[in-house]
């Protein structure tokens, strides 16, 4: 598993321009399989998503994104081996 950390660069009303072909890129990964879950930081300075995979193929299709492709956010990925999760969580480690 891979997070995504999204940090944006650009004024939020260039983001928020670009807020729903991005929301439509991320429908797309979720409809894939690659993506978990996703969302806006508390702090709207950025993203947070959480991708099924290794880190090499996450950044490939992350990279993909319109926030990334339009240089509007910067990009940090964190790969981990979730070891124990709620139950709500558990069939995400299957």
Same mark, same amino acid.
């Not at 983001?15 to 929301?23: E, F």
């Not at 702090?43 to 193929?57: N, P």
């Not at 709500?88 to 299957?94: D, N, S, Y």
């Given at each position: #598993?891979?997070?995504? @950390? &999204?940090?944006?660069?650009? $004024?939020? =009303? /260039?983001?928020?321009? &670009? *807020? $729903? *072909?991005?929301?439509e890129?991320?429908?797309? *990964?979720?409809?894939? %399989? =690659?993506?978990?879950?996703? %969302? *806006?930081?508390?702090?709207?300075?950025?993203?947070? #998503?959480?991708?099924?995979? /290794?880190? +090499?193929?996450? /950044?490939?299709?992350?990279?993909?994104? $319109?926030?990334?492709? =339009?240089?509007?956010?910067?990009? /940090? &990925?964190?790969?981990?081996?979730?070891?124990?999760?709620?139950a +709500?969580?558990?069939?995400? @480690?299957?």
């Open positions: #598993m891979v997070l995504a @950390l &999204l940090t944006y660069v650009k $004024p939020i =009303e /260039e983001i928020d321009a &670009l *807020r $729903p *072909r991005h929301l890129w991320i429908s797309a *990964r979720i409809d894939a %399989g =690659e993506v978990l879950l996703a %969302g *806006r930081r508390a702090s709207a300075t950025g993203g947070v #998503m959480l991708y099924r995979g /290794e880190a +090499e193929a996450v /950044e490939a299709i992350a990279r993909t994104d $319109p926030y990334l492709i =339009e240089g509007a956010a910067t990009l /940090e &990925l964190v790969g981990f081996t979730a070891a124990i999760a709620s +709500e969580v558990g069939a995400l @480690l299957a």
